[in-house]
């Protein structure tokens, strides 16, 4: 029996080997990964860890920047037009931002939960900046599926990619 058909006769509990893919760290993320139903494996997630994904529209505007993205003073990655990045930082709280330094999100990271956070380009008078926007997982969960990963060269720091993150050649 499906997984999803468990949930909704409240059976899940009797979870079998072949849900393996759905992970105890999804379910109390408040995240459901059915095997198959995105086509992509559900994000391996250390218990220990946090991830978080950082995306980027595909758009015209400023498709040749590649604004940063740091976590705590850090510079992690550089965000291509139409990518992302998938981190994994440990608990606690981390500033996030890109080179608009007046656009910054705060958050408490808390074990095995999973955050979406996009970069937009604000016009300026020469360039464009990153912006930051947290984004529900509802929402993130379907941007995503429409990016691609950076390039292995806009990698800062690799030590903070997430262990199954594989950047494009």
């Not at 505007?61 to 993205?69: E, K, T």
């Not at 929402?139 to 903070?160: A, N, R, S």
Request: charged content about 30%; aromatic content about 8%; proline content about 6%.
């Amino acid at each position: 029996m499906p997984y999803a058909d468990r949930l909704s006769r409240g059976t899940a509990d009797t979870v079998s080997s072949t849900d393996s893919a759905i992970r105890e760290h999804d379910w109390h993320s408040g995240l459901l990964f059915i095997p198959g139903a995105t086509g992509q494996d559900p994000p391996k997630l250390s218990s220990q860890s946090a991830r978080v994904n950082v995306y980027r529209y595909k758009q015209y505007m400023g498709n040749a920047l590649r604004p940063s993205i740091y976590c705590d003073d850090k510079d992690l990655a550089r965000l291509q037009d139409g990518r992302y990045v998938v981190l994994a930082l440990e608990p606690g709280t981390h500033t996030f931002r890109s080179n608009d330094k007046q656009s910054q999100i705060e958050l408490d990271l808390k074990r095995g939960q999973e955050y979406y956070i996009r970069i937009d380009i604000a016009p300026d008078m020469w360039k464009g900046h990153g912006r930051l926007t947290l984004v529900q997982p509802e929402q993130g969960i379907g941007e995503l599926k429409k990016m691609k990963p950076i390039d292995k060269g806009m990698v800062k720091q690799k030590d903070f990619l997430a262990a199954d993150f594989e950047p494009m050649e």
